[in-house]
């Protein structure tokens, strides 16, 4: 009896899991992307010296790994570059999402402009209905 209960409670969980993803807002295609951070501005790099020491190695894994263990043996000195590249691209990205947003908003106002004409006249609508029932 216990194994059943668990398997409904199983159910339960998976059921709600499904449900959330559902509701979900649909993404952006024109919001623009996060910037890289400066391990991964390092992993550019590092991703094409690696295959060309390593030209027969097509595991993905294996490059992480490498960068990886690259990454932590460097000092701070060294990874400096790759921290202020990591930081520019931060401030590039707020600026456009800045812009982004600003659009995103202008938009959102024209929209609820239009709603609120929209409803003012369904309103004025309704008003009119309402006075020719009073005279019926």
């Known amino acids: 009896m216990k194994g059943a209960k668990g398997a409904k409670k199983a159910d339960t969980k998976l059921t709600v899991k499904k449900t959330a993803a559902k509701g979900k807002a649909a993404k952006d295609p024109n919001k623009p992307k996060r910037p890289a951070s400066a391990f991964f501005v390092f992993m550019e790099g590092f991703r094409k010296q690696f295959k060309e020491e390593n030209p027969t190695n097509n595991s993905v894994a294996a490059v992480g790994k490498a960068g990886g263990a690259k990454w932590k043996a460097m000092s701070d000195a060294e990874k400096a570059p790759f921290v202020a590249k990591a930081e520019q691209r931060k401030k590039d990205y707020d600026k456009t999402l800045a812009a982004y947003n600003k659009k995103k908003d202008a938009a959102t106002e024209e929209e609820n ?24």
Do not use: A, H, L
Request: proline letters at 0%; zero cysteines.
């Open 113 to 136: 402009d239009s709603d609120k004409s929209k409803s003012e006249v369904n309103d004025n609508e309704e008003d009119g209905s309402d006075e020719e029932e009073d005279d019926e």
